[in-house]
Every structure is written in C-alpha cells, then in structure tokens.
C-alpha cells in the first residue's frame, strides 16, 4: 500500500492523538510482525495465560490471527505515556520482582507500586482505543478492532469457567496474546519501544483497519 493510500487514514492518527496518545502512525498491515514465539511468553509466567477469556489458548493461535490479519489493509499504532516509573535495576526484572516470593519485602513494594499505577492507567487506554475503534466504524471501516497492551482488567475475576465474556463490548485481546511482535513491528513503523524501559513506561496499543 502506497503512503498516498495510507492518508485515507489520517483522521485516525489525529484523533488518537487529541485524545491523549503520545504518539501515533499509520502502517500497512503486512508491517504488523506475527510469531509463534510471543506466545510462548505468555506460557512462561504471565498470570493472565489459561486464566482470562481474552488471554491464550482462548484466543486465535498465532496461525490463525494472521490469516486475520491478511484481510486489513492497515493499522494504527497507538503509544501511550504511562505514569509508571521505577529506577533503571528495578524495571530490569519488574516482573520477577513483584511475583517472587524470594524478593526482598522493599523490591517487592516497589515493583507492586509500578504495576499497581501501570494497571490504573489501563482504562484510559482501552479508552481511547474503543473510540478510535468506534470512529473507524462510524466511517465506513467496519471490521476495524482494537487490540490493547496487556491482559483484560474489566473483571476482578473472569468468567472463564462459564466461557462467556460478562463485557464482550469492551474486552478486546493484547496485541501479544495472538502472537504480534510489538517490539519488531514498531522498529518497522520508525517508532521503536526503549528497552529495558527508562523513564516512565510507554504502552502501546494497535487498531486494525479495513
């Protein structure tokens, strides 16, 4: 797709970024990078994996997703500002840190902190990608889907015994969840993520367009 095509989809850069994103671009959506491997994270600690409608092995396999995907023309990649932050050794093993239980008492505090203020700003994500979700649609794209950055928050709990979403207007799945490379499509797009983090977290979240 030519980058005079991709204008089409200006107004949606424009929007996401009125409403608080950092930044945002518009690519083809053969940029958008799918791999096996990123589930495999998911399976290797993440507390979210088997546990959340929204979460593998409930979602499309990495296979699946990118026959899905091959059906877009584009998509809108979406950078948020979190108000998280932790010092350059913590955020090196933020995660470890906050679920070992082996970790000391103040790293623990600490990495809790960082995810707790990380969490609370999920909703304002979702969010905005529900209304960038909405506008797409309202303008005549009408498979656009948001995807978001980390594990569906709407429930304390999930419904996951009964394997009905109890929000299935507002759960949407991670970008990760169905094997999408963040890390690699950004480079693609000339917005990479920093990593490790410095500063405070930067989220990012992608829109589909068809």
């Known amino acids: 797709m030519s980058q005079l095509d991709l204008k089409q989809f200006d107004f949606l850069r424009a929007a996401a970024e009125e409403w608080g994103a950092l930044q945002a671009k518009v690519i083809p959506a053969d940029l958008v990078v799918v791999e096996h491997r990123v589930t495999l994270k998911c399976r290797s600690g993440c507390k979210g994996y088997g546990n959340k409608l929204t979460c593998p092995p409930h979602v499309p396999t990495p ?50 902190r960082f995810w707790s203020e990380y969490f609370a700003d999920s909703p304002r994500i979702l969010d905005v990608m529900l209304e960038l979700e909405k506008l797409a649609f309202n303008s005549g794209h009408t498979f656009a889907l948001a995807l978001v950055n980390g594990s569906c928050r709407l429930c304390d709990t999930c419904n996951i015994k009964n394997g009905v979403c109890l929000h299935p207007t507002r759960a949407r799945i ?26 405070r977290a930067e989220p990012m979240a992608l829109l589909l367009i068809d």
């Open 174 to 199: 991670p970008e990760h969840a169905v094997g999408i490379n963040m890390k690699k499509t950004v480079e693609l797009a000339g917005m990479p993520i920093r990593f490790p983090i410095t500063g």
């Open 63 to 112: 296979d699946e997703f990118a026959k899905i995907l091959s059906e877009y023309s584009a998509a809108l990649i979406v950078k948020f500002q979190s108000p998280a932050q932790a010092d350059d050794d913590l955020i090196r093993s933020i995660y470890k840190s906050w679920l070992d239980p082996d970790s000391p008492e103040e790293t623990k505090q600490e990495a809790a």
